[in-house]
């Protein structure tokens, strides 16, 4: 078989998804390296499916596949099912680590949440607009029940500790998560009592390292390495597996499952990177320290991450990285990484219409 261009790879990756994941074996369908071990033979399709799916409905899914062309080499991945990384309960005897501890001022990489209802995710990272801070995290971690209704923010998440005395901030901004339509990220950003109370910085360490994000990319490539904290896993690294992802990620309750585009799948370079207690949590570059990718679903092992692009998240807010400057002060950070033209290995960017879909919405202020 003649190697395949990422182009020949997303074109061939469009016209098989939808049919694929209509097929309750397939969790989700991207574009990545034929063989990762092996950059150099080019890229191709790469099809989530359920860890224990049987001989015969695997060999139905590859004589799908084979109808649909030969021309782009298509790998299966028993990565199981994809589901929400939030921890929603109450506090618990558990191994106590920096990043689940109350930490002031707060920097990104550590627990947060909302007390109603329950549940406990990650501070991302701290952003900046009209030199105001924000907490960036997931609808999910701060939002009640994807909607409008007030609701607070404490750190850390009440699965680490009592919510009395550590509330924050409030929810300010989201985008709704919609069921039975395409979604492109969950996302968003929790409004704090002061700037004071948050720090622009980034946690990497148990030992309390701190440090800086410059920025934030608009895109990044197949391959990349990347490393981030989370309140659960800790300091991670990881590779990108695949982008321009469609996948199905489980919620559970009112918002049952829910199909996501335009998505990354990152994996774990040692073990688990997205556990629950992980939703919130941003990828950085590992080469500069640019944020990139907003993890907010992940395997029941962990072992893989589904991420929104950051470029596409910091940008529905008018969204900047906050970085600290002199007298104590804050500015924003730098943006870069504009996808190379012609080049589809890296994360493509939403239409003028998907983009008016994605828009943010104010949370109440009281109750």
Request: hydrophobic content about 40%.
């Given at each position: ?299 029941a092992d962990g072992l893989r991450s589904i991420s929104n692009p950051i470029g596409t998240v910091m940008s529905t807010y008018g969204l ?48």
């Amino acid at each position: 078989m003649r190697m395949a261009t990422f182009h020949e790879a997303l074109k061939h990756k469009n016209r098989i998804s939808p049919v694929l994941l209509k097929r309750s074996e397939v969790m989700a369908v991207g574009v990545g390296y034929a063989d990762p071990s092996k950059p150099s033979l080019g890229a191709g399709v790469i099809v989530y499916t359920h860890q224990k799916t049987v001989p015969s409905s695997l060999s139905s899914l590859k004589g799908m596949v084979a109808k649909a062309g030969k021309a782009v080499p298509v790998r299966f991945v028993p990565s199981g099912k994809f589901k929400t990384s939030v921890s929603s309960s109450k506090p618990k005897a558990i191994r106590p680590t920096l990043f689940r501890n109350r930490i002031r001022p707060v920097p990104g990489g550590v627990s947060i949440g909302k007390p109603d209802p329950f549940s406990t995710g990650t501070a991302g990272v701290i952003v900046i607009k009209n030199n105001q801070l924000y907490i960036l995290s997931n609808n999910h971690v701060l939002i009640k029940n994807n909607s409008t209704a007030f609701s607070a923010t404490v750190q850390p998440g009440p699965a680490d500790a009592a919510i009395a005395g550590n509330t924050i901030g409030r929810a300010f901004q989201f985008v709704r998560l919609r069921p039975g339509e395409v979604n492109f990220q969950d996302s968003a950003i929790a409004l704090p009592f002061s700037n004071s109370l948050l720090n622009p910085r980034y946690l990497v360490s148990a030992s309390g390292q701190l440090v800086t994000v410059p920025g934030h990319l608009l895109s990044y490539p197949v391959g990349l390495q990347v490393f981030k904290s989370g309140r659960t896993t800790g300091f991670v690294r990881g590779t990108v597996e695949a982008n321009n992802v469609d996948v199905r990620v489980s919620y559970g309750g009112t918002l049952g499952t829910l199909l996501f585009r335009n998505q990354s799948v990152i994996r774990g370079n040692t073990g688990a990177v997205s556990l629950p207690g992980d939703s919130g949590s941003v990828w950085l570059r590992a080469s500069d320290r640019f944020a990139a990718a907003l993890n907010f679903a992940g395997t029941a092992d962990g072992l893989r991450s589904i991420s929104n692009p950051i470029g596409t998240v910091m940008s529905t807010y008018g969204l900047r990285i906050a970085i600290p400057a002199a007298g104590g002060t804050f500015k924003a950070g730098a943006i870069k990484g504009i996808a190379p033209r012609g080049n589809y290995s890296y994360v493509q960017q939403l239409t003028d219409e998907q983009r008016k879909r994605t828009r943010a919405v104010l949370v109440k202020s009281s109750k």
